[in-house]
């Protein structure tokens, strides 16, 4: 899964947990990012694949925040090891336009 991203966010992001809890409904998975949550919107409790969408960083201020996965139903509290990286966002470029050319 990515470990950093744009501090606009919006990519998928996809967690794996050993031992999910049995009957683990995605509504009740938060992923916290430093001050900013993501809900669950898919998993796959056989492989025990989460997945999330990374939230946009409040502030707009690059830098690392805490990953910290809460399993709501059982109160389970999970740290993951590495930190995550809002990067700067760069500034939007036009690649192109198209059509080049219109007859009148």
């Known amino acids: 899964f990515p470990l950093s991203e744009y501090v606009s966010g ?7 947990v050993k031992n999910l809890p049995a009957g683990l409904v995605k509504s009740q ?11 669950c919107n898919g998993d796959d409790t ?3 694949v989460l997945t ?7 502030t707009a201020t690059p830098g ?12 389970e509290s999970l ?7 809002y990067l700067e966002q760069k500034p ?7 059509p080049s050319k219109a007859s009148i």
Not at 52 to 58: C, G, K, L, S
Not at 92 to 98: N, P, Q, Y
Request: glycine share 6%; net charge negative.
């Open 29 to 39: 998975v938060v992923l916290d990012f430093g001050a900013s949550n993501a809900t």
């Open 46 to 48: 056989a492989t025990g």
């Open 79 to 85: 740290e993951l090891p590495r930190k995550f990286d």
């Open 10 to 16: 919006r990519t998928k992001i996809d967690v794996t």
């Open 92 to 98: 939007a470029v036009i690649t192109s336009v198209s």
């Open 64 to 75: 690392a925040v805490p990953l910290r996965l809460h399993l709501l139903a059982s109160g």
């Open 52 to 58: 999330f969408e990374i939230p946009t960083e409040p």
